[in-house]
């Protein structure tokens, strides 16, 4: 008996797996098993790791930065993070849509950015537990969902203060590494550009 021939249909089904949790329209943006895609992926891989499916930061190095830029787009993505957590999302511009574990909740505009927002809602699950966030940014306008809930909606991308931000343009998006030197960790990253 010929062992290709149960292993090819199970390899197959599980290619149509992988296929399958990527939604349609949208290109994933975690490799199987390397920083692929992502700018100086060499020295990133230091501080920056694939795991089953699991894009972790151990705390330490520089934020992950898109080697492809954008401008209308959304973004799915999960993250977690542990007690003392704290990350984010820059957006083109340089503005943080903020990821912590404080009371206010994630979702806003805390930093980088020339007023804060804070997340109309707080929907954040507990520490430790993933969570999802929808970025969408349209013609410099972003709507946040945070676990199903609308956390910012149409809110303004504009200049920060010191040092000066820029407005609404096409760039690269950036994972930040948690500024308290905890580990922070992203999965399902996929994005559709508008």
């Known amino acids: 008996m010929n062992p290709l021939r149960w292993f090819l249909p199970l390899l197959l089904l ?3 797996v992988v296929a399958a949790d990527v939604p349609e329209g949208f290109t994933p943006l975690i490799a199987a098993h390397d920083l692929s895609g992502w700018q100086n992926a060499a020295t990133a891989a230091e501080h920056w790791k694939v795991e089953n499916g699991e894009l972790i930061n151990d ?3 520089a934020d992950l ?3 492809k830029s954008y401008r209308n787009f ?3 993505l999960e993250w977690k993070i542990p007690v003392r957590g704290d990350s ?3 957006l083109p511009g340089g503005q943080q849509v903020q990821i912590w574990a404080k ?3 994630s979702g806003g505009f805390v930093y980088n950015h020339k007023y804060t927002v804070s997340p109309s ?3 954040d699950k507990p520490l430790g537990e993933w969570n999802t966030f929808v970025i969408r940014l349209v013609d410099g306008k972003v709507t946040v969902t945070l676990n199903d809930k609308v956390v910012m909606q149409d809110v303004p991308v504009e200049k920060g203060f010191d040092p000066p931000m820029r407005g609404p343009e096409e760039g690269a998006l950036r994972l930040q590494k948690s500024p ?3 580990m922070t960790t992203f999965r399902n990253i996929f994005i559709r550009e508008l």
């Open 14 to 16: 599980a290619v149509s």
């Open 59 to 61: 705390g330490q190095g």
């Open 65 to 67: 930065v898109t080697a």
């Open 74 to 76: 959304e973004l799915r």
């Open 88 to 90: 984010g999302v820059y």
């Open 103 to 105: 009371d206010s909740g």
């Open 121 to 123: 809602v707080v929907a």
């Open 180 to 182: 308290h030197n905890v």
